[in-house]
């Protein structure tokens, strides 16, 4: 019986084209996944240019307009948001890319354009960019049969400037309400009149005893799940966000600008020889200052750390500022206790008329800034008014607790043109203030950018 032989030569032709098509395949892959990946990449950063192009456009308006979130209005930046297409569809081109103004971008087939749209309750201008282009491919269209598509977005949202009391002349920032600890507590005697501005707790107001309270130009606002009590005029209003400077570093820190003044760390005033009254003090780091005569601040940044105290009969009179323009002082702290004493007819002020951020304040306070406190600085600070004496700026002490004392005189009162600024805020005693908001006072911050996606 004769036995048959299969031949297997040629197999190996077999297993060499099923190789070289799983390699083709593997090649296409790499080579149009990269095509289709570098072209996405590319993609977004173009979006993300036109984007950013068309929401620097609008914020220059809106900064223009020196408009801040408490005026915030949309048909002021008609204009501006006509030249944020502008600018955004000009971007897109120098990239390579066609688009248009769409209202329904982002729906049904329309991916590809720029919107810009303005929200008057949210107070912001969003301008949003897609962009759609089909990636040549060497490979992959033999296997599909259709383009590979890319479609990317990029949104740019422009938030206007903020002033750091918003709008308020006294914030607590402390989020807990505990009895005479937090929130802001008014109390005793005193009469204080809160003029253009109010104020604003993210927890509680509780006005107790005999004091009075009268505000006019500004409201009572807390957050929802605070309460208030003893105010009844203006109605007080529940607000469903906290204050905007909560869990915001707003005003940058003078650090750096401390660290380079003069050292004066060794240096300490106790009792100073009245002759030389009153002594006028330079800017620089200071260690501790025990003032028991009137004092003269020049012009300038004061680095501080240990104990402030001045007697009762003792007063710091800073720079006068006729018009209300002028360079003025700014009291960087780091301490633990704090107590400024205003005497008859001084004027404490921090510099003002400085907007133009290439043209500070010559002296190296910081503008609108009175008195810095940084975050996670604890310190008992007492502000105690006298007669006919004032009080200009912000003063920023997010996690520190202030009282704040007028004279006792009623036909002298106390001018404090502020913002106070703290983790609770203490009026009590028998005082008579006038506390009056200045936005033109108030620390501001300009409109900025932010990239949503």
């Known amino acids: ?32 996944g990269g095509m ?55 971007k897109a081109a120098a990239n390579d890319f066609t688009i248009a103004k769409n209202n329904n ?20 201008v969003d301008v949003f960019v897609m962009l759609t282009r089909d990636t040549t491919t060497s490979f992959v269209q033999l296997f599909t049969g259709a383009p590979m598509r890319n479609t990317v977005s990029s949104v740019t949202r422009v938030k206007p400037g903020i002033n750091a009391g918003d709008g308020s002349a006294i914030v607590s920032l402390s989020k807990d309400c505990q009895a005479n600890a937090d929130g802001v507590w008014i109390s005793g005697d005193n009469e204080t009149f809160l003029i253009n501005g109010g104020i604003w707790s993210n927890s509680c107001v509780e006005r107790n005893g005999n004091a009075k309270i009268d505000i006019t130009g500004g409201g009572v606002n807390y957050y929802h799940t605070g309460y208030v009590t003893g105010i009844s005029n203006p109605i007080p209003a529940p607000q469903p966000d906290y204050h905007p400077l909560t869990d915001v570093r707003l005003i940058p820190y003078p650090e750096d600008s401390c660290s380079k003044t003069d050292p004066y760390d060794d240096l300490k005033f106790n009792t100073i020889d009245p002759a030389n009254d009153p002594r006028v003090i330079e800017p620089g780091n200071y260690n501790d200052w025990d003032f ?19 007697t009762a009969s003792a007063w710091v009179v800073g720079p006068e500022q006729p018009g209300g323009n002028g360079d003025g002082v700014t009291i960087y702290y780091t301490g633990t206790s704090l107590t400024i004493n205003g005497g008859a007819d001084s004027t404490l002020a921090a510099p003002n008329g400085y907007e133009d951020p290439i043209n500070p304040p010559p002296s190296g306070a910081i503008e609108d800034v009175l008195l810095y406190i940084p975050p996670g600085v604890v310190a008992d600070v007492k ?11 912000t003063m920023y002490m997010p996690s520190s607790e202030v009282t704040v004392n007028g004279t006792s005189d009623s036909s002298s009162q106390t001018d404090m043109f502020v913002s106070i600024i703290a983790n609770a805020v203490k009026i009590n005693g028998t005082s008579y203030l006038n506390i009056t908001y200045d936005p033109d006072r108030d620390y501001g911050m300009t409109s900025y950018l932010q990239v949503q996606k």
């Open 105 to 124: 971008l982002g729906t049904g087939e329309h991916n590809n354009g720029v919107d810009i749209t303005c929200s008057a309750t949210g107070e912001y």
């Open 292 to 310: 028991k005569v009137p004092v003269e601040l020049k012009a300038g940044l004061y680095c501080i750390k240990g104990t402030v105290s001045m």
């Open 383 to 393: 502000i105690n008014g006298g007669s006919n004496n004032v009080f200009a700026g």
């Open 1 to 32: 019986m004769n036995e048959k032989h299969f031949s297997e030569k040629g197999q190996i032709l077999v297993l060499m084209a099923l190789v070289l098509v799983g390699l083709l395949g593997f090649t296409a892959l790499a080579v149009d």
């Open 36 to 90: 289709i990946y570098a072209d996405r990449r590319y993609m977004q950063s173009s979006a993300d240019a036109a984007s950013l192009a068309g929401a620097g456009v609008v914020a220059g308006v809106v900064e223009g307009l020196n408009m801040t979130s408490a005026q915030f209005e949309c048909s002021p930046l008609v204009s501006g948001i006509a030249d944020g297409y502008t600018a955004a569809i000009s």
